[in-house]
């Protein structure tokens, strides 16, 4: 049963070969292995001007960003989705498995769920019109000091209008239609904690506003400037802190630079056989201090812990200094966790420069799974009973009807690794032999790691417990493809922006007792506001519970619509989240769970926190930044 | 057979339901392939399903402990009789019984009625919802006919039949009580009082059915069938418990459905009117059901079903009702509902009942009655009225009530001296037409007895008043703002609008009981008053006046004439409670027989006109109305202490309408030559 490219045999094998196991595990839902062989570096902290033009010594992002990923939608440039001559879907690029692929039946589910068609095109505004980007204003003074420091800087317009925004809808949309609003007025990249220390130290001394910018794949208008600042807004890019400085194989832990993104810290651990097991969705482009800038979770969040679980150690450069703790310890009561005021700070109180985190041995072992249940009900009530008992695999997620049928529209033509054949059967089976309704059913996919015996034990527990509410094995290939899903949705945005399709996911966390009502009565408020605000055509509107805990999950809502004949869609899709958002909490449901609060969702933090709260919050800002260096003004 | 009205009812295509009966088979209709569109907001499921959810759930087993730990009995025994509580209560809707209900229905309906006129696009956007959400059917309650019709209805145009909610005396009728319940019938005991286990079954119960959008469920928010044919103040525990799940998230929104049934004459009319006079009602046995077979010889006209506007709760509640609320606490854990949610539920609930009267359609015959009552008594059951006035009349009447908007079921095929000429010979027990005049009907002395005493000649007078007066009531929902802005016109003599609201509200205030005005929304009836009023020319608004213009003062006096029985009937109850000598405190037994005794005093020695006076449920109303206004306290063992203070203060408010009523008779009245004083109370 074993799926062929997990088949890692646990003979007390070397850390090299599980390394090199780990990455093809790692590609198995991500991408491509990787092809640069880069070490681990501790390497002391210089900060050559020089790597301005080096750019991409083996990591992912260079300092030019636009060079190897799109300034106005998702992911590397030469990744995206398209509809070629003969009508059918197809991914270009060769980095993900899905490269080079058709998927014949996208289109027929793109135009009959959206009421698309291909012949209605809306496509993006190819080059940045440089001159659309306001010309920048400098603080002199900064900019003198800042050359003196040697840290290398950038005023030009693609440089600053790439580091304007994160990825929410009306961020992308925005740039699709060449409108650029306002940006920093230049881009830092520190190459060190010492470097941020100076830039910090300049930035209050000039009175200069500081936006720490790390993956850029904030969903929260975290990214945004304020258009109300009137200083001069300098964007510190963290990219060049990217090493691991050391790895301690006794407490198992790593010390890393804030900078580095996802996919490079997994694979330099591995080449080390160590992962950190963090795996955000976005982990090809975010960053380890945006995660913790945000209280970021990961899929594999019920073996590793989600980011607050994972830290021992964080540094934090602020405008009063320095903020750290004096030891590793790994529980310490001393008073709130102070911690607890840097996760989740959103870049208003400093820089976070470097990171001691948790390690892991890489497991040896990986399996996906699925299971189809006859309806949503059923499936939620499983997953309840996989968090009572303690037993969540790796990841367990739980998909409605509506992502199941649109997991199907993604079937790639032929592949060694995407069975066809037997999916026909199986179909068979579940509806006609067990009668299951195809307009309900739904897939939980399931990811097991660890040693092998284990993962074949605990598979076989949950397989169990799911069968008491009625699931179905459904095979490895329909979980595999679950989570591929959630790798290239991005990507698939913005194809459906340019045929008139617009799409947004949100998230929040809830009591399990409530699960089932919101992700019904925000489906449904979503259908009925775009009703309402004149969206001529049904939306598609989804969910799915992503996190199990003991007291309640995480749930994961998709929408998008086709917005023809609407002369501001974009104000139409903000009024239908906004609304979702009221939907939730009314339900029980939490203002985010991962995703922060940024400037999209600050309205609520005062009902979500309480007055005390947010004055708790706005305390701690005021001695800390008094002068609002840090000023993307998220949060508060 | 498509019929519409002059007006109001212009989209709406009524068909006549009982068209088809007649030509084809009734077998044919009872086996009739039923295929509803079902809810698709969840799995489906079976009535046994949603009763072991019930038991099951963690609400009730909390209420179980509780209980047990207050009454000392062990759990299991609380268990088990919630368990026989649930089967008292719960329905069996089957669709055999559907079947079977319906072919009986089909037959006895043919008898009784000439046609059942149904709107069909209510039942169009019926169906759809009731794929949407779960819906709430909250027909008004005039007649023990209504009790099935919807279901008949709902049947025969393929849409989901409701679960009823009936009282408990129905379910211990012997088959008929069964054949109920396997129709859908769930059964509710009269006093619940503060028995918390059984409000904790009903309330989950009813929940469960909604949250599961098993089944419409329909019931009557007025708790009663109204005896006077006016709608009765809502009841709110049942609307509470159907709006819950909306308020708690567990449904997304709940679709309430207002229906208006009218009859041309309703069954029950004269057991009705006797049961107001204190004539107590039978208790419903199968065997009364089969010996009141006599009532199936009778022609009752037609009866008219329109299914309102499908109402979105959660569009109803936005701003009203903070759902998060519950956030804080299990979902499970038995609360109370917040003040908030209370003052919605009631609101609603007062807002359906008003959107069942502008539904109901209003006959030729209810116009003439309220003509007919205005004619003083005796003058009716002597002298007669002339037929002609009485047509001239209702015509001017019908053409009135147009203008203020109200849905009138006025035949527009025959001529109108024939519709009214009808509708007089439908209503034989109450008048009867006779060489050109129209005259009370009484019923006949038996010929063995040669006398009948004076009391018993009034109670045989009044008898037909009161279906007289119900059938007037048919109207008042049409006419009762401008009624209250043209007596607040007659009683204040102001043209200033701010006076005359004051005096309206204070009406509304005093009425409350009597005509059903939607909270908060006191401003809208005086506006919707003064437009009535100006539609008809009775007035001339202007910002700050309302001036009655002089050519059309019969409308004022018509209105003002059409309250006057109330505001009497008020008044001499409220002398009553006040003269009540040694008397302060006192239960409400003794209290109607002291009101009967001083009325019918008054109506044999001549000085009270008004016959409504002796309905129990007017001095019910008036008594619900003191207390209201806190001008009679209520004790912990229903006894009631008046503050005879606090009652004169309310009296001499509105006193002044003696005089009131006195300057509308300068008022020159055209067409009833025949006016007698109105009353004198000294
Ligand atoms: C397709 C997609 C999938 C996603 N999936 C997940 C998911 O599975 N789980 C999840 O948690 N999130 C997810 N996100 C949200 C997003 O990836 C996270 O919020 C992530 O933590 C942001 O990291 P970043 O490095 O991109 O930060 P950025 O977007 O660059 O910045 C986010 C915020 O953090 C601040 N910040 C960044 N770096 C630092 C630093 N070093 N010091 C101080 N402040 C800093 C910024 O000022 C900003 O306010 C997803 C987003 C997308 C677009």
Redesign the pocket.
Known sequence: MASSSSGGSGSGSEMQRTAQHRISVIAGHLRRPAEGDVAVRAEECKAPQSRLEASGDGRTVPMKRHEVMKWNG?GYSDSRFLFNKKGQAEFTGKRYKLSGMILPALKDWFEGTFGASLQHKSPATPLLNTSAVQAPTLNQDFVEELKSIGVPFSHEAEDRAFRGH??CLHEIFALREGKIGRVPDMVVWPNCHNDVEKIVALACKHNVCL??????????S??ECPPEETRSIVS?D?SQ?NRILWIDEKNLTAHVE??I?GQDLERLLNESGYCTGH?????E???????????????KKNIYG??EDLVVHIK?VTPQGVIEKSCQGPRMSTGPDIHHFILG?????????EVTMKIRPVPEYQKYGSVVFPNFEQGVACLREVAKQRCAPASIRLMDNEQFMFGHALKPQVSSIFTSFLDGLKKFYITKFKGFDPSRLCVATLLFEGNREKVLQHEKQVYDIAAKFGGLAAGEDNGQRGYML??V??YLRDLGMDYYVIAE?FETSVPWDRVLDVCRNVKARVVRECKDKGVQFSPLSSCRV?QTYDAGACVYFYFAFNYRGLSDPVHVYEQVEHAAREEILANGGSLSH???V?KLRKEWMRETVSEVGVGMLQSVKDYVDPKNI?G?R?LL | VSYKDLRGMKDDEFVDILEERRCSSDLGHAFRTFNPQPYKGGPPCSAADLNKALLDSHFLHRVVKEVAMETGSSQEKVMEEAGEILVEMSHNLHLPFIRLMGYTFSKVIKRLFTSIFVNMDGLNTLQQAVQENPVILMPNHRSYVDFLIISYILFTYDIPVPVIAAGVPLAEMKIVGEILRRSGAFFIRRSIGSDKLYWAVLSEYVRGIVRHGFAPVEFYVEGLRSRTLKSLTPKLGMMQMVLEPYFKGEVFDITLVPISISYDRVLEESLLARELLGVPKPKESTAGLLKASRVLQEDYGSMQVNFGQPLSVRKLCEGKINRSYYNLVPRDLPMKPSAEALACVSWLAHVVVGLQERGSLISPWSLMACLLIQEPTTVLAEQGLLWDDLTEKTLWLRKMVLDFGARLNWPGEAPNSAVMSSAISLHRSIVYLKAGRVYLTQEEVPLRRHRISPEEGVFRTAVPVLMLAAYRNQSLHALVRPAMLAMSICITRSTQRDELFRFFCFLQEVFANEFIFIPGNLSQDFEEACLCLNSCGAVYISEQEVRVSEQSSEVITFLQKLLQPFIDSYQLIFRCVCEEEQVQVFTEKQFLAAVRALALKLILSGELHTYETLSSDTQKNVLSALCRLEAVAKSEINEFKVNKAAVRRITDALCKSRQGSITIFNYNYSVSSIIQVQLQLH
């Open positions: 998702w994160g990825h936006i720490p910018y790390g993956g850029g794949t904030s969903v929260s975290a990214l510190l963290t802190m804030a900078g993104i795996e955000p969705d976005s982990m482009f975010s960053s380890l201090g945006g995660w913790v800038s945000t209280r970021a979770s990961g899929m989600n980011i934090m700070s959103e870049g208003t109180l400093g820089v976070v420069t959630t790798f949705i991005a996911s992503t991962h995703h922060g940024g840090f993307n998220n």
